[in-house]
């Protein structure tokens, strides 16, 4: 028989509240939620195992549950009540997982010979995670890097603006200086978008392999990824503002270097 959950005060229900809102319970207990039939869809297919599947009959049925559970999860049908206390959208179809996360070693990333990898260094708000992991998604890019992470990538917030998106890219998070010498090691260019002694963007041959790196509207980058960088580049604008929302910037470079690579 299929377990039930009626009250919100029960102990698993309170410990997944806890998995939403705390990064520290996430990390400890080595597992995170995902809310909605396409979030989940792509968890299961980008590698991620689901601990537990929480159902409102009235939503979704237990039938269309099926292809996302595994000997390892256990299904549980839960009341309104509980289902309003754990959802964060009206629009979720009535299901939530908890799902293990994965490693987000470098050393895990699997890049093909001529790799284009976006890193992204202590970007904090979880919608501008989100919306860059969508953009990484459109480009279909070898990976995304976060580096000096301020934000856990596991966040219900970074899940849910990435649309699912934080399943579909391979992520790593590390330090600048190991994403650096990670870089270096694989003989990738780094082509860093800061202001200081930058050149044009659209200037450059991305054609060979290609990290694009790029910081925070309010600080920019720091002084070890100029450091690093094989060239400086900016995007050159004609407003008053001397900067751009990081992945509407992140996006411009990217899809510079698939025009350039005939969107292969």
């Known amino acids: 028989m299929i377990k039930k959950i009626e009250s919100s005060q029960n102990t698993l229900i309170k410990s997944i509240v806890q998995l939403q809102e705390k990064s520290r319970n996430r990390k400890q207990s080595g597992t995170f939620v995902i809310e909605g039939l396409r979030e989940i869809e792509l968890a299961t297919k980008g590698g991620y195992s689901l601990k537990t599947l929480l159902f409102y009959p009235d939503l979704v049925s237990e039938t269309s549950l099926r292809p996302f559970i595994s000997r390892e999860t256990e299904l549980i049908e839960i009341s309104k ?9 009206d629009t979720t179809e009535g299901v939530i997982a908890i799902a293990h996360t994965k490693s987000l070693d470098l050393e ?3 890049l093909s010979e001529n790799p284009i990898i976006l890193v992204a260094e202590a970007t904090e708000k979880p919608g501008n995670i989100g919306a860059i992991l969508r953009t990484a998604d459109a480009a279909n890019i070898d990976a995304v890097i976060i580096a000096n992470p301020k934000s856990d990538i596991y966040n219900p917030n970074v899940v849910r603006s ?3 998106c934080v399943f579909t890219n391979q992520i790593a998070m590390a330090s600048t200086t190991d994403a650096i010498a990670f870089l270096k090691k694989h003989n990738i260019n780094i082509y860093c978008a800061t202001l200081q002694d930058s050149t044009s963007y659209h200037t450059i041959d991305y054609k ?9 509207e309010a600080t920019g980058l720091t002084q070890e990824w100029r450091d690093a960088s094989t060239k400086n580049i900016i995007i050159p604008m004609s407003g008053v503002i001397d900067s751009m929302n990081v992945s509407v910037a992140a996006s411009i470079l990217l899809f510079e270097a698939k025009r350039q690579r005939d969107f292969k």
């Open 208 to 216: 060979e392999a290609t990290a694009f790196v790029v910081g925070t």
């Open 81 to 89: 009540d509980v289902y309003q206390k754990l959802a964060y959208r």
């Open 162 to 164: 990435s649309v699912g």
């Open 108 to 110: 895990d990333l699997k």
